[in-house]
C-alpha cells in the first residue's frame, strides 16, 4: 500500500536499517521506442526462440492454456521472519510463495511467472543492504537473487522502487539510467540485478524524453497444445508485458525524483505502446500496473488507475497490486471490489481478467488463460479462463512448507542483518505498542514526535531564526495498526532497546521534514486523520464498529499537553475536530505553527488538504528512524511517566444505545488498563475475522 517512502543515503544508525520456464524469452524493444536508458535488455534468461524465426503455422482450432502467475508487493520479505521481533513469521515470506510457484508449475505445463513491483524495500534486509551496508556493483540484492534462482519471467516496477534514490535503483536492477545527477550511460559499468526484464512504461527521464526503464517486453513461449484432432502439439506465442507505476512517486519521492524524471497517464501511455507491442508480434498483452482500482473520473495523475487500463482497447489480463489486497475475493468488502464493472468472485475488471495476490508474500495470484487458435492468432477465451488468489495458509489455518532452497541463497544477507538490528540504543521501563493507539494511548507514539520535534527544534534555531518564535510541534501515526492481523501492531517489550525496536516504532524509512501552518491548517490536518473512525449514531442498538478502512498510518495525532483536542465520532468526516486549543486558547487561522512530519505527508501523501510541498520549510536528509534512534541514545532511559502518556486527544463523551466496539490484539486488555484507558473492556475474545483478533468495547461516556 502505499505508504511511505524513504531516506537519503545517511547510514549512521539507519535501520535495520526453480525451475525455469521451457522456451521462453524476449523481444527487446528498445530500438523501436527509444525507450531503454541502459534497463534489463529484456532477455529472461530461460533461452527459447527471440522472435528472430518463423514459426510453423498453427491449425486453425488449436487450443491451449497459458498460466500467468503473480507476486506483487513482496518488500524484500524473502524469509518467514519478522526483523523487528526477531522471531518467525510463517504467514509471510517469498520461501512459502516459492511453494505455490513451484506446485503451480507441475499444475499448469505452460506458465509465466510475473512480479508486479515494491519488492526491493520493505524490511530491515531490505534497508541493510540499502543503507547501512549497501551492496556492491556486482552483488546481486537478496531480494533478486531468490527470483533469479525462481526462473522469473518478467517484472514491473512499484513506487517503493524508487525509496533509495535513482542511482541505488539503476545499479541494483542492472540498468543505466540517463538522468541528470547520474554519469554518462557509456560510462556506467553494468551491474549485478535480475535476470529477467523489467518493465516500465510511464515514467520518464526528464534529459532524453524516453522512459527510465523499457516500457516494455515481448515474452516468446513454446506451449504444449491441443491440435483440432486432439493431439498434443507444441505452438509458439508471444506475450507482451507493459509495466506502470503510480504517478504519485513524483510527490512521495520527490527529493530524489524532482528534475530528473517525470510521469505519463497511464492510459495514454497504455495506448501509445500497446499497438505498438502488436505490431511487433505480440499475440498477448499482459499489464503489470502497480496500482488498485478507482473509478472516479481518470486524471493522468490518479494513484491507482488499473480500473481506466483495463478499458484500454488489446489488454488480455491485469496483474495488479499497491493496495496489499486479495482479488478475487468473493468475500471481499473492499471498496474497489466493489465497483461496478468489477466481478470480485470470477475476476475480472470490465471483462479483463485480473489478480492481486495481496503481499508479502501471503498468496500467488494464478490466472489461467484459457487460447484459441483461429489459423492467424491466439485469442483468450474469457468464458473458460479461471482467476484465483492462492493462499500460502491452508484451510487449517497451518501454512505450507517453505522452499527448502531459498533460505540457504540469502543466509549470509540474513545473519548480517539480524547482528545489526541487536545494536543496543536505550532502555525502557514500559510496553510500548501500538495496541490501542486508536483509542488513546499515546506509549509508541509520543517518543517519535518527541524526536521529531526536537530534531526540527534545533535545526530552525540554528538555521531559521526568522521562523525561531513559531512553537514547534510533532506529528506521527500508529503504522501498524492491525491491518495485517494481531501480529500487525508495534509491540516493544520493556527493557533493553536495540535498532529493531526503533524500526518497529518507525515503521517506514521516511526522512523528516517540516512544515509551516496556521491552525486553520492544523484543524484541516486533523479533520483527515479523524477519518480512522466511522460515524457513530448514538441512538443505533446494534453494535457499530470504530475504526474505518482509512488507514492507520495516516491517523497522524500530536502528543503534547499544550496541543489539546477533542474527536467527536457521532459527527460527518469533515466536523469532528472539537475544543482545538493550544496552551488554554483555541486555534486560530491567525496562529502559526511548525510541525515536524515525514516527507510522504508533506509531500501530499494521504491528500491531506494544503499539504502539497508548498508549506515545507526543511527537507530534512536525515531518516525519521535515524533521528528517532540518535533521540533514544540520547535520553538512555525511556519511561511511560515521561515518553508515552501525553495525550492531546479524547473523545467526544456521548451516550450510546448500542455497543461501540473495535478490533486488537488477543489479550492485550491490560495494555489499555496500564496506559491508564479506563473506558475499555472486552467484548469477545475472537473477533470472527480469522486475523488472531479480539473484539473490544469502548465506552464513549466516560
Not at 498434443?232 to 510527490?251: N, R
Not at 495485517?484 to 521516511?510: E, F, H, M, Q, R
Not at 478502512?549 to 475536530?577: A, H, K, L, W
Not at 535515524?626 to 519511561?639: E, G
Amino acid at each position: 500500500m502505499q505508504l511511505h517512502r524513504i531516506q537519503a543515503a545517511t547510514l549512521a544508525a539507519l535501520l535495520v536499517g526453480v525451475t525455469a520456464l521451457a522456451a521462453c524469452g524476449s523481444d527487446d524493444p528498445s530500438s523501436s521506442t527509444s525507450g531503454n536508458n541502459g534497463g534489463n535488455s529484456g532477455n529472461s534468461g530461460n533461452g527459447g526462440n527471440n522472435g528472430g524465426d518463423t514459426p510453423a503455422a498453427i491449425v486453425a482450432g488449436t487450443k491451449s492454456t497459458l498460466a500467468l502467475l503473480e507476486t506483487t508487493d513482496l518488500h524484500t520479505n524473502v524469509l518467514s521472519y519478522d526483523y523487528f521481533k526477531l522471531a518467525e513469521d510463517k504467514s509471510l515470506g517469498f520461501e512459502r510463495v516459492s511453494t505455490l510457484i513451484k506446485s503451480a508449475r507441475q499444475e499448469f505445463p505452460n506458465s509465466l511467472l510475473l512480479d508486479n513491483g515494491d519488492t526491493i524495500q520493505g524490511t530491515a534486509l531490505s534497508d541493510y543492504q540499502a543503507l547501512v551496508k549497501p551492496v556492491s556493483c556486482t552483488e546481486t540484492l537478496a531480494m533478486y537473487k531468490v527470483m533469479n534462482a525462481a526462473g522469473f519471467d518478467g517484472g514491473g516496477i512499484g513506487n517503493h522502487e524508487f525509496n533509495y534514490g535513482l542511482q541505488y535503483l539503476s545499479q541494483v536492477t542492472g540498468s543505466k539510467f540517463n538522468v541528470d545527477g547520474l554519469p554518462d550511460p557509456a560510462t556506467q559499468t553494468a551491474c549485478a540485478g535480475p535476470k529477467f526484464p523489467q518493465v516500465l512504461a510511464n515514467v520518464y527521464s526528464v534529459k532524453t524524453r524516453a522512459p527510465l526503464f523499457q516500457p516494455y517486453a515481448i515474452l516468446s513461449k513454446t506451449l504444449t497444445a491441443t491440435g483440432p484432432d486432439g493431439k498434443t502439439v507444441t505452438a509458439p506465442i508471444k506475450v507482451g508485458i507493459i509495466g506502470f507505476a503510480p504517478p504519485a512517486i513524483m510527490s512521495w519521492d520527490k527529493r530524489w525524483l524532482d528534475g530528473k524524471v517525470y510521469t505519463e497517464g497511464l492510459v495514454e501511455t497504455a495506448q501509445k505502446y500497446i499497438p505498438e507491442m502488436r505490431a511487433k508480434g505480440a499475440d498477448l498483452v499482459v499489464v503489470i500496473s502497480h496500482g488498485g482500482l478507482d473509478n472516479s473520473t481518470y486524471s493522468p495523475t490518479m494513484e491507482n488507475g488499473s480500473y481506466h487500463l483495463s478499458k484500454v482497447a488489446g489488454v488480455d489480463a491485469m496483474l495488479i497490486g499497491h493496495s496489499h489486497q486479495i482479488f478475487p475475493d468473493a468475500n471481499s468488502t473492499v471498496g474497489q471490489f466493489n465497483l461496478p464493472g468489477v466481478d470480485k468472485v470470477k475476476g475480472t475488471v470490465n471483462g479483463v481478467p485480473t489478480v492481486m495476490a495481496n503481499y508479502w508474500g501471503k498468496h500467488l495470484g494464478v490466472i489461467n488463460l484459457s487460447l484459441n487458435h483461429d489459423g492467424k492468432s491466439w485469442s483468450v477465451d474469457r468464458t473458460k479462463t479461471t482467476v484465483e488468489a492462492r493462499s500460502t495458509q491452508n484451510a487449517d489455518k497451518t501454512y505450507v512448507t517453505a522452499d527448502a532452497s531459498v533460505a540457504p541463497m540469502i543466509d549470509t544477507e540474513h545473519q548480517a542483518t539480524i547482528q545489526y538490528v541487536k545494536t543496543p540504543i536505550g532502555s525502557t521501563n514500559y510496553r510500548m505498542s501500538s495496541y490501542f493507539a486508536d483509542v488513546g494511548d499515546p506509549g509508541a507514539i509520543q517518543i517519535v514526535n518527541m524526536a521529531q520535534a526536537a530534531y526540527v527544534k534545533d535545526y530552525v534555531t540554528a538555521n531559521l531564526p526568522a521562523l525561531a518564535s513559531l512553537p514547534v510541534l510533532s506529528v506521527s501515526a500508529p503504522f501498524k495498526s492491525g491491518f495485517g492481523g494481531g501480529s500487525d501492531y508495534t509491540d516493544v517489550a520493556s527493557g533493553n532497546l536495540a535498532i529493531n525496536n526503533a524500526a518497529d516504532l518507525y515503521l517506514y524509512p521516511n526522512t523528516v521534514y517540516a512544515v509551516k501552518v496556521n491552525g486553520d491548517d492544523v484543524k484541516a490536518w486533523l479533520e483527515t486523520a479523524a477519518k480512522r473512525f466511522n460515524q457513530i449514531d448514538p441512538a443505533k442498538t446494534t453494535d457499530q464498529q470504530l475504526i474505518s478502512t482509512f488507514p492507520g498510518y495516516n491517523f497522524d495525532m500530536f502528543t503534547d499537553p499544550d496541543m489539546q483536542y477533542e474527536i467527536d465520532v457521532t459527527q460527518p468526516v469533515g466536523s469532528r475536530i472539537k475544543n482545538l486549543t493550544y496552551k488554554g486558547a483555541p486555534v486560530t487561522a491567525a496562529m502559526n505553527f511548525i510541525v515536524a512530519t515525514n516527507n510522504y505527508r508533506a509531500s501530499g501523501g494521504g491528500n491531506f488538504p494544503g499539504l502539497d510541498g508548498t508549506k515545507t520549510i526543511y527537507a530534512s536528509p536525515d531518516a525519521n528512524r535515524d533521528v528517532l534512534i540518535s533521540y533514544i541514545k540520547k535520553v538512555a532511559n525511556v519511561t511511560r511517566m515521561v515518553n508515552g502518556s501525553a495525550r492531546s486527544w479524547k473523545f467526544t463523551k456521548v451516550t450510546t444505545t448500542g455497543k461501540v466496539v473495535f478490533s486488537s490484539g488477543i489479550g492485550m486488555l491490560q495494555q489499555a488498563t496500564d496506559a491508564g484507558l479506563t473506558n475499555i473492556s472486552l467484548d469477545k475474545a475472537d473477533d470472527g475475522s480469522g486475523k488472531n483478533l479480539s473484539q473490544y468495547k469502548l465506552d464513549l461516556s466516560l
